[in-house]
């Protein structure tokens, strides 16, 4: 099983960024699957989460309105497009699979992709 980020990098306040996560080894449909977001020497936000049960998403409220996650089953990709970015959004961007559920910590990560917001 593999998750590899994409897409990250330097963006000022206000605009946008999507990022991509390839997977290999995995049925999107059979995982619960989300991003969380983790600032060095802090500890790790879900960002958000689809469930495998339903496609329900579940957002942090920091990001609600903002941020917007794709699944593409059939490519074994997600992707999450971020808007009206901020600097409090820079952080460390981890795709992630959620054994236990959306509410649960994630199991498998990828290596991360940086996302830094400033003017």
């Known amino acids: 099983v593999q998750l590899v980020e994409s897409g990250g990098g330097l963006v000022q306040p206000g605009g946008s960024l999507s990022l991509s996560c390839a997977t290999t080894?995995?049925?999107?449909?059979?995982?619960?699957m989300g991003w969380f977001r983790q600032v060095p020497g802090t500890g790790r936000e879900m960002v958000t989460c689809i469930s495998r049960l339903d496609g329900r998403t579940f957002d942090a409220d920091s990001v609600k309105g903002r941020f917007t996650l794709y699944r593409d089953n059939a490519n074994n990709m997600m992707y999450l497009q971020m808007n009206s970015l901020k600097a409090e959004d820079t952080a460390i961007y981890y795709c992630?699979?959620?054994?236990?559920?959306?509410?649960?910590?994630?199991?498998?990560w990828g290596q991360g992709t940086q996302v830094t917001v400033s003017s």
């Open positions: 992630a699979t959620y054994s236990r559920g959306c509410r649960g910590r994630p199991s498998r």
């Open positions: 080894g995995l049925d999107l449909e059979d995982e619960h």
